[in-house]
C-alpha cells in the first residue's frame, strides 16, 4: 500500500482517478478543501509546498486539476492565457519542482493533459496548448528526475460523467467511462513506466 496524494479529489476527473487507486491510502486535496483532507492551491508555490510538509511521507502525487480558459484564439486575451498557462502547465510542473524535495524514493507524479491538444475543438486552444506541453515535459523530465522517480500523464477523452458539460462543445466525440481513465492512473501508480503519456480515448 502506498500513500498517494490525490489533488483535485472532488471533481469528475479526481473521482475517476480514485476508482483506480483503491489498494492505497489516498490522501485528498483540493483548492477549496471542501470535503477533502488538504487544502491547496496549485498556482501557488508556497501552498504546494506546505501541502507536502504538511503531509509528511508519500509515495506517489496524482494530479487531475488544471483550469483553463476557452475563447476563440482572436478573443483570447494575455491575462485569459497566462490563467491558463500558469495552472494547466506551470502548477503541474510546480507540483514536481516542488514535490521532488519530498517524495519517497521511486515515488512517482502523474499529471493530467488532455486529448484537446491531439483532436482540438474551437475555443480550446489555451487547454490544448498547455495539454501540450505537459505531455512533453513528463516525456522529457523522466530523463532527469532523481533517486529512481517515476512520471507520466493521463491524456484521456472526454468523461462520460462530464459529457452533459462539455458534449456540445466536442460533437463527435465518444465519451469514455470514468473507471477506464481510473485504470490509466492505477498503470501510471502502480506499473514502472516513467515519461509516458497514456491516452484514454474510445
Not at 488538504?38 to 501552498?47: A, P
Not at 504538511?54 to 496524482?62: L, N, P, R, S, W
Not at 480558459?69 to 494547466?88: G, H, I, L, N
Not at 510546480?94 to 519530498?102: H, S
Request: hydrophobic share 45%; proline share 3%.
Amino acid at each position: 500500500m502506498k500513500n498517494v496524494i490525490l489533488i483535485g479529489a472532488q471533481g469528475k476527473m479526481g473521482q475517476a482517478a480514485l476508482t483506480g487507486l483503491s489498494s492505497h491510502r489516498v490522501i485528498t486535496a483540493s483548492r477549496s478543501g471542501k470535503g477533502c483532507d488538504y487544502q491547496v492551491d496549485i498556482t501557488d508555490e508556497e501552498s504546494i509546498r506546505r501541502l507536502f510538509e504538511t503531509v509528511g511521507d508519500f509515495d506517489a502525487v496524482v494530479n487531475t486539476v488544471g483550469f483553463c480558459e476557452y475563447a476563440d484564439f482572436v478573443d483570447m486575451t494575455e491575462q485569459q492565457w497566462m490563467t491558463t498557462v500558469m495552472s494547466k502547465m506551470m502548477g503541474q510542473i510546480n507540483l514536481v519542482r516542488i514535490g521532488q524535495e519530498y517524495i519517497a524514493d521511486k515515488g512517482s507524479f502523474t499529471l493530467i493533459s488532455g486529448i484537446l491538444n491531439i483532436k482540438p475543438i474551437p475555443m480550446a486552444i489555451a487547454d490544448a496548448t498547455t495539454s501540450g506541453a505537459i505531455d512533453t515535459f513528463v516525456k522529457c523530465v523522466a530523463y532527469e528526475l532523481p533517486r529512481g522517480i517515476r512520471i507520466n500523464a493521463v491524456n484521456p477523452t472526454v468523461l462520460e460523467e462530464a459529457w452533459d458539460v462539455y458534449g456540445d462543445m466536442m460533437p463527435g466525440f465518444e465519451p469514455v467511462p470514468g473507471h477506464l481513465v481510473g485504470k490509466a492512473f492505477e498503470r501510471s501508480v502502480d506499473g514502472f513506466i516513467t515519461g509516458e503519456v497514456i491516452f484514454v480515448d474510445a
